[in-house]
């Protein structure tokens, strides 16, 4: 396994090499320059260092102490640092995690592409840089430490109020809410946390909270500062209490209201489709007791793993994808009666896709990259298996669902993807990651039969404890389908539907589509119906199932 240097400085400080503590290394002074050299990044002579941490001393006698602690190091870190008669530095080529330049690396990115890594990296943030660390008689270290605590408190508090920005523009207010809370903890005087906090207050229905947390806002500054709150705050406060900021519907309602819009990056589909997979979550119908089992095993840990098995065409890919969108959808995606409450802090779990349609993933010189960059993981270079499950059983901390679509394609096209291939996966899963691993995965056949027709044998086919099968919606599911037509269908044609479709979401789809087409044009009498009849024809094979 992979051996990993580990400095965990926002905080109290932990080091630890190979997951194990570096107990050894007691001196302050030695952890002290460990962590300067690493956090500064750059070659520093001798003279400078002996100056930084015994300034009080003559110079003799303070790189005396320097080699000492030099030795001291070399005993336990020697392979990560560059040491040369007059400088000393932290090697940046070596293996090694710092989470400092994890936040402040996350922290220049600001779209939200990033959001997922940006709260990841906050999450490092356990307290002061440093916190409650010292060392004696050393006045240049400790300015140091308190410019890096100062520093790195404000990074954060940026992160924070992007995130909070980021979480707003998807419609996530409570998220967005919690993140400027912490801005607050921090720094009660920021005046801009305090306006943004009211807003999203604002647009999550809570018009007496975010008054409260304007007059707050008033008493801290004036208590504080000795100061009024802004203009463009007050106006804030105002607007909310008259009503003028209700609680966000979606793009065009933040259009109409003048303020910065609720962004909906997935553009709305068509009312129906059939072909592609229902990606859209207000477009994705029934499924609710597959969907209360399946995210019951991905409540707690361990992690558990399903397997969603069903004919062709039934609907398995687009039951994924709503696994991976529906708990952090933004509500203008959304039905109104859809619940999306299936997991607790949803935006803790990372979801991974893999389409084995998509011949490239069929080779693990792709697949494994993919795998490690979807999950936000470092990518060594080259990425063999073993590279790939070390680096997964060392660095994955959130919980991850991978969700394996078209698996008889990946056993029966894909000979890269072999037995071992598929006994590791197994082995990450249930040994190596605290339970933070499962798979779902969506195939014709139970895991266990499909493999054994595919002709493999591993373990791995055996861990899928749940199986959704699939078969017709409810006839509840596929009124409530048809009932969202933008112009209602007649009694008539409902019923039609209903039977000539089994309601199999497919062909209700097809159906409803063409009837809602002859309604936009104007068609009168059911010469629709045949030619829905002719659509439907390839996939009615689905009717002879169940």
Not at 2 to 26: C, F, H, M, Y
Not at 450 to 462: D, K, R
């Amino acid at each position: 396994m992979t051996k990993v240097l580990k400095l965990a400085l926002l905080g109290r400080i932990q080091l630890s090499w190979a997951d194990e503590p570096l107990n050894g290394l007691v001196s302050a002074k030695a952890q002290a320059l460990l962590c300067y050299l690493a956090v500064t990044a750059q070659p520093h002579s001798r003279q400078a260092l002996a100056g930084l941490l015994w300034g009080e001393l003559p110079e003799a006698d303070a790189r005396r102490n320097l080699r000492g602690v030099v030795m001291k190091l070399r005993q336990f870190v020697a392979p990560y640092l560059t040491i040369s008669n007059q400088t000393i530095a932290f090697d940046r080529a070596s293996l090694y995690w710092l989470d400092v330049e994890v936040l402040t690396t996350a922290a220049s990115r600001h779209t939200v592409a990033d959001i997922g890594r940006l709260r990841q990296a906050v999450a490092l943030y356990r307290g002061d840089f440093m916190a409650d660390f010292q060392v004696g008689y050393a006045p240049a270290f400790e300015e140091w430490l308190m410019w890096q605590r100062a520093t790195l408190q404000e990074t954060v508090l940026v992160a924070y109020l992007q995130l909070a920005q980021l979480c707003g523009e998807q419609g996530q207010y409570g998220e967005g809410i919690d993140y400027l809370r912490r801005v607050l903890q921090l720094d009660s005087v920021r005046e801009e946390a305090h306006r943004q906090l009211m807003w999203l207050l604002a647009l999550n229905g809570q018009r007496a909270v975010a008054l409260t947390q304007y007059d707050a806002c008033r008493e801290i500054l004036m208590a504080e500062l000795g100061i009024m709150p802004s203009q463009e705050t007050a106006d804030l406060a105002e607007r909310i209490r008259t009503g003028e900021i209700r609680p966000a519907t979606g793009e065009q309602k933040a259009r109409r209201e003048g303020q910065p819009e609720i962004r909906d990056d997935m553009a709305e589909p068509p009312p129906f489709m059939a072909g592609p997979p229902i990606t859209y979550p207000a477009r994705f119908f029934g499924r609710q007791r597959e969907l209360s089992r399946l995210f019951n095993l991905l409540k707690r840990r361990p992690l558990q793993n399903g397997a969603i098995i069903g004919p062709r065409r039934s609907g398995k890919t687009s039951l994924l994808h709503h696994l991976k969108a529906i708990t952090t959808a933004p509500l203008p995606q959304m039905r109104s009666e859809q619940r999306q409450d299936w997991l607790p802090s949803p935006q803790d779990y990372c979801w991974v896709f893999v389409d084995f349609q998509d011949h490239r993933l069929g080779e693990l010189a792709n697949l494994l990259p993919y795998l490690l960059e979807q999950m936000e993981l470092p990518v060594p270079q080259p990425c063999h298996l073993d590279d790939f499950l070390d680096v997964v059983s060392e660095h994955l901390q959130r919980p991850t669902v991978v969700l394996l679509d078209e698996m008889e394609v990946a056993l029966q096209r894909y000979p890269e993807l072999d037995d071992a291939f598929w006994e590791s996966l197994r082995s990450l899963a249930t040994n190596q990651v605290n339970g933070n691993l499962a798979f779902i995965l969506a195939s014709a056949e139970r895991p266990y039969d499909l493999a054994q027709h595919s002709g493999y044998g591993s373990p791995f086919f055996n861990i899928f404890g749940y199986m959704a099968t699939l078969g017709p919606l409810t006839e509840a599911e596929a009124q409530a389908l048809i009932a969202s037509s933008p112009l209602p269908f007649t009694a008539e044609d409902t019923a039609w539907i209903m039977q000539e479709s089994g309601r199999w979401p497919i062909l209700l789809q097809i159906l409803c589509r063409e009837c809602l087409l002859a309604l936009e044009e104007g068609e009168t009498g059911g010469h629709w119906r045949q030619e829905a009849l002719r659509q439907m024809a390839p996939f009615s094979r689905l009717l002879d199932e169940f």
